[in-house]
């Protein structure tokens, strides 16, 4: 009787050991898929990064093949302006006349050469330094909100912006402006890193399925309403946490810029979405435009 009772302890505590280690092995597979999962959103980021880069690199090019086409041409000018010189004096005109005349065309072309060229460095500089910027707010908002699952939440850069895209189901319930806690978490996260950025400006996108809101709904007339107080109610989540008011614009576009058409449920649910958009502060670039 004994010898039994001791199988069955044995065969007991080993059942309770594999359940353990089930359980282990279990966390470890949520942590790595939710690593992999934050790897992925990186990748479709960089791979974006990647490509607004190589376009900025071929509008430079551009306009540094422009710049040597004036250059060419500024040459070509100087040497009529030599050639006109040698003529002039062959024609026994006042040489001191002609000399101060050719110099100082000759000399307000390279003074306008040379300021091009600086325009085009300080332009470079500028842009270099905006790509950087983007890059660094990118991995410090990927890192803010690293552990939401990427079907809730995705960050990419687009046309030197950083879109945080939020899917209806991390924040509202359907037909709500009210913001879940799971929702509020994101959030607040998202603003410990903004409000540390005094130098982007947060537009906040509000989006909705086709689907019109039920009738009654308090407040709300149509999915235009919908989207703008969703935006608003993130809007003063946001503030309220930190960032400044002054640079936060909440906005609705109801059914009308939608990720897919089909008219699927899989479709709309993508288009249910809000996208906070971060955008740095220009102003240094576009003075350095005025005057190009």
Same mark, same amino acid.
């Given at each position: 009787?004994?010898?039994?009772?001791?199988?069955?302890?044995?065969?007991?505590?080993?059942?309770?050991?594999?359940?353990?280690?089930?359980?282990?092995?279990?966390?470890?597979?949520?942590?790595?898929?939710?690593?992999?999962?934050?790897?992925?959103?990186?990748?479709?980021?960089?791979?974006?990064?990647?490509?607004?880069?190589?376009? /900025?690199?071929?509008?430079?090019?551009?306009?540094?093949?422009?710049?040597?086409?004036?250059?060419?041409?500024?040459?070509?000018?100087?040497?009529?302006?030599?050639?006109?010189?040698?003529?002039?004096?062959?024609?026994?005109?006042?040489?001191?006349?002609?000399?101060?005349?050719?110099?100082?065309?000759?000399?307000?072309?390279?003074?306008?050469?040379?300021?091009?060229?600086?325009?085009?460095?300080?332009?470079?500089?500028?842009?270099?330094?905006?790509?950087?910027?983007?890059?660094?707010?990118?991995?410090?908002?990927?890192?803010?909100?690293?552990?939401? $699952?990427?079907?809730?939440?995705?960050?990419?850069?687009?046309?030197?912006?950083?879109?945080?895209?939020?899917?209806? /189901?991390?924040?509202?319930?359907?037909?709500?402006?009210?913001?879940?806690?799971?929702?509020?978490?994101?959030?607040?996260?998202?603003?410990?890193?903004?409000?540390? /950025?005094?130098?982007?400006?947060?537009?906040?996108?509000?989006?909705?399925?086709?689907?019109?809101?039920?009738?009654?709904?308090?407040?709300? /007339?149509?999915?235009?309403?919908?989207?703008?107080?969703?935006?608003?109610?993130?809007?003063?989540?946001?503030?309220?946490?930190?960032?400044?008011?002054?640079?936060?614009?909440?906005?609705?576009?109801?059914?009308?810029?939608?990720?897919?058409?089909?008219?699927?449920?899989?479709?709309?649910?993508? $288009?249910?979405?809000?996208?906070?958009?971060?955008?740095?502060?220009?102003?240094?670039?576009?003075?350095?435009?005025?005057?190009?």
């Amino acid at each position: 009787m004994r010898k039994h009772l001791f199988k069955a302890s044995i065969l007991l505590l080993a059942g309770s050991m594999s359940l353990s280690s089930c359980v282990v092995s279990k966390k470890k597979y949520d942590d790595l898929m939710a690593r992999k999962n934050a790897l992925e959103v990186d990748k479709a980021g960089l791979q974006q990064d990647k490509t607004t880069l190589e376009q /900025q690199k071929a509008d430079l090019e551009t306009a540094k093949a422009n710049l040597e086409e004036e250059r060419a041409k500024l040459e070509q000018q100087k040497r009529e302006y030599e050639e006109a010189l040698a003529k002039a004096l062959k024609e026994g005109k006042s040489l001191s006349e002609t000399l101060n005349m050719s110099k100082s065309q000759v000399e307000r072309l390279n003074a306008d050469l040379k300021a091009r060229e600086a325009r085009l460095a300080e332009l470079q500089r500028i842009l270099d330094e905006k790509d950087a910027a983007v890059a660094n707010l990118r991995n410090r908002v990927s890192k803010a909100l690293l552990g939401f $699952n990427d079907k809730d939440l995705t960050i990419d850069v687009r046309n030197g912006k950083v879109y945080v895209s939020l899917a209806e /189901q991390l924040l509202f319930n359907s037909g709500s402006t009210k913001v879940d806690p799971k929702g509020v978490n994101a959030l607040h996260k998202l603003a410990s890193v903004l409000k540390e /950025q005094d130098d982007v400006n947060v537009l906040i996108e509000g989006h909705t399925d086709d689907v019109p809101i039920a009738r009654g709904t308090v407040g709300m /007339q149509d999915n235009w309403d919908l989207s703008v107080l969703r935006a608003t109610e993130i809007t003063r989540i946001l503030t309220n946490a930190g960032v400044d008011p002054t640079r936060v614009t909440p906005s609705g576009r109801s059914k009308y810029v939608p990720l897919e058409t089909a008219k699927t449920k899989e479709a709309r649910q993508k $288009n249910r979405r809000t996208e906070i958009i971060l955008t740095p502060k220009l102003d240094e670039l576009f003075q350095i435009l005025e005057t190009t």
